[in-house]
């Protein structure tokens, strides 16, 4: 009796010595797995920065950049931009998320486009990465006042009306490079853009709506490769 006790008590120690994952039947470096994030699941890993757009998600997959670097002004930050669409379109390697296609992406090159004949927005003169805002104030109209320049990001949310907003850019951009309009901020002289532009802008500037964490990981695993072998300015 004494021997039989004795053996049992010596399994019992036995078994409370086991490890933890003895009794789920699930070695560590396992269970470990199944904790992993769904960013190390996928090897898409999380950006510096929160911001979770589908112009993110199109900035992720195409590495541009995500903000001007200290000191860089403007039309520098677009000019990185242009060189590697320049290096990527040439490749035929440009990737868009879902819900951007060649509309959005031409408003997207339009918007900022500093320099040229045609489609030069000029907007990230003042709405600058990544907020898409400078924090400072401009003069956008005739009566000479300073007005914040607001952010163009999550405008859904603002309930703003984008086409209207623009036609009044294109009005005081004519304005401006017209001599009638002296006090409005210099960046609207090198605007040129007309009606014909603003649904590729519009298309472009809904980009900036954010979307769950969840759908912007699809957005850039299921990003697909657009057609530039052909010239996509073209209408």
């Known amino acids: 009796m004494l021997k039989s006790l004795w053996a049992i008590g010596y399994v019992f120690i036995l078994l409370i010595q086991l490890p933890t994952y003895a009794w789920t039947k699930e070695p560590p470096q396992i269970a470990a797995a199944d904790k992993r994030s769904?960013?190390?699941?996928?090897?898409?890993?999380?950006?510096?920065?929160?911001?979770?757009?589908?112009?993110?998600?199109?900035?992720?997959?195409?590495?541009?950049?995500?903000?001007?670097?200290?000191?860089?002004?403007?039309?520098?930050?677009?000019?990185?931009?242009?060189?590697r669409l320049a290096n990527q379109e040439g490749r035929v390697l440009i990737k868009l998320p879902a819900g951007m296609e060649r509309k959005s992406y031409l408003g997207f090159k339009t918007f900022f486009r500093y320099e040229g004949?045609?489609?030069?927005?000029?907007?990230?003169?003042?709405?600058?990465?990544?907020?898409?805002?400078?924090?400072?104030?401009?003069?956008?109209?005739?009566?000479?006042?300073?007005?914040?320049?607001?952010?163009?990001?999550?405008?859904?949310?603002?309930?703003?009306?984008?086409?209207?907003?623009?036609?009044?850019?294109?009005?005081?951009?004519?304005?401006?490079?017209?001599?009638?309009?002296?006090?409005?901020?210099?960046?609207?002289?090198?605007?040129?853009?007309?009606?014909?532009d603003v649904p590729e802008l519009v298309a472009f500037l809904r980009l900036l709506n954010d979307v769950p964490d969840s759908e912007f990981r699809n957005l850039i695993l299921n990003a697909e490769l657009l057609d530039t072998s052909k010239d996509i300015e073209g209408d």
Do not use: Q
Request: hydrophobic share 35%.
């Open 117 to 196: 004949k045609a489609r030069v927005g000029n907007c990230a003169a003042c709405h600058t990465l990544s907020e898409f805002t400078d924090l400072k104030s401009h003069v956008v109209t005739h009566d000479g006042s300073l007005v914040p320049t607001p952010s163009l990001r999550n405008l859904k949310k603002r309930k703003i009306d984008i086409r209207k907003v623009i036609l009044e850019k294109i009005a005081a951009s004519e304005h401006k490079r017209s001599g009638k309009a002296d006090k409005i901020d210099s960046a609207y002289a090198a605007m040129n853009i007309d009606r014909s």
């Open 38 to 83: 769904v960013e190390e699941k996928t090897k898409v890993h999380r950006l510096s920065s929160n911001k979770r757009a589908v112009y993110d998600a199109f900035a992720y997959v195409n590495r541009l950049p995500e903000k001007a670097e200290e000191g860089e002004a403007p039309e520098d930050v677009a000019g990185r931009i242009f060189g």
